[in-house]
């Protein structure tokens, strides 16, 4: 299934149905006064978050959403059906986004998390509603009211606990292909990875959590260079960002701040989350090359570097038991939070 996580789509809502004109004829009853029903109500525009789903590609080929009009009164104060909502059936971490593309209108960041983005119309009155003492045989109904219409944006931010970032070659869909059982695509040129990956990382049966790998960032990207920044948004909601640097590249600091200035161009809040340094491909440096890279890029980040081999496996356990550290103390935050 091809990955799309934005997608441009109509809605409308259904319009109330009419209310009618209707008196009471029945043999021996000479004044049977007016029975004109109500219509009945326009179907809603809902969204469902489900789990079942982790693109948007169903929207490319699937562009206009319109609910039904409601029923139409009947005599004998009969009131018109109302009609069914439709329900849009979009991944977990969907964003609804005015046609702006600015203004949010709905975050469905929870499994079962439902929003009516456009009410249906309300249906117009029957004459039976204009009944008073002084008008004993109303002739008037009215006509249901109109639905609601615009244009949205859906974006997709995959729900993640950890986040990989790096330039491209850094290794990550390796480390992603070790740690879970996800097999992203892995070979010897830059920009292998054209969309986010997921996988779920297993420590013990307690300790498990979900890593996002994007496509490779380059100095540049946040102005288009390359495949540019539009996959950083699938990181936006993770406790704790791995930013892997190839160790065997030579200038490593270079790499890590160009990722980061990235990052700080980007925004959304990503250079305030937790971050962990490692130093990759380890298996490919001579020990007193890991040595001094190492130190070197502890200096210039401010925090402590790990060292490891996504080939090799040297190392993985210990960033893994370090991001498990963020993502539990993230998880205890929310769940006080939430208490």
């Known amino acids: 299934m091809k990955f799309l996580d934005q997608a ?18 029945e043999r021996f009853i000479e004044f049977g006064g007016p029975d004109g029903g109500d219509g009945g109500r326009g179907g809603n525009i809902e969204f469902e978050a489900v789990q079942n789903l982790n693109t948007l590609i169903d929207f490319r080929y699937t ?3 319109r609910a039904a009009k409601g029923g139409n009164g009947a005599g004998a104060n009969k009131t018109g ?29 929870v499994p079962g998390k439902r929003v009516v983005l456009l009410s249906g119309g309300d249906g117009g009155h029957g004459n039976t509603h204009f009944k008073s003492s002084t008008n004993r045989a109303p002739r008037r109904a009215d006509k249901g009211w109109p639905g609601e219409e615009r ?10 606990d950890a986040g990989l970032v790096g330039l491209p070659n850094a290794g990550k869909s390796t480390f992603l292909s070790v740690v879970s059982a996800a097999r992203p695509k892995v070979a010897d040129y830059p920009f292998t990875t054209l969309h986010p990956q997921l996988g779920v990382v297993r420590l013990s049966d307690t300790q498990e959590f979900v890593l996002a790998d994007i496509p490779g960032l380059i100095e540049g990207a946040h102005e288009g260079a390359g ?5 950083l ?7 704790v960002l791995l930013h892997l640097v190839d160790g065997a ?9 160009t990722i980061r200035e990235e990052l700080t161009s980007y925004g959304g809040g990503l250079t305030d989350k937790p971050e962990i340094i490692a130093l990759n491909k380890s298996d490919a440096m001579t020990p007193r090359e890991a ?29 893994l038991q370090a991001l498990w550290r963020e993502v539990a103390a993230a998880r205890a935050r929310r769940a006080g939070t939430a208490a």
């Open 8 to 25: 441009k789509i109509y809605c409308r809502s259904g319009d109330g149905g009419n209310g009618v004109v209707a008196f009471r004829r």
């Open 63 to 65: 562009q206009h959403f």
């Open 81 to 109: 059906a109302g009609a069914r909502d439709v329900v849009i059936k979009v991944p977990v971490g969907t964003q609804i986004f005015d046609d702006d593309r600015e203004t949010l209108l709905a975050d469905l960041d």
């Open 151 to 160: 244009w949205v944006w859906l974006r997709l931010k995959l729900i993640a």
């Open 227 to 231: 495949l540019g920044d539009r996959f």
């Open 233 to 239: 948004g699938h990181v936006e909601r993770c406790a």
């Open 249 to 257: 590249a030579g200038d490593v600091v270079q790499a890590w701040r």
């Open 291 to 319: 040595s001094a890279r190492r130190s070197a890029l502890a200096r210039a980040s401010g925090q402590p570097v790990l060292l490891l081999s996504g080939v090799s496996g040297q190392g993985v356990p210990e960033v």
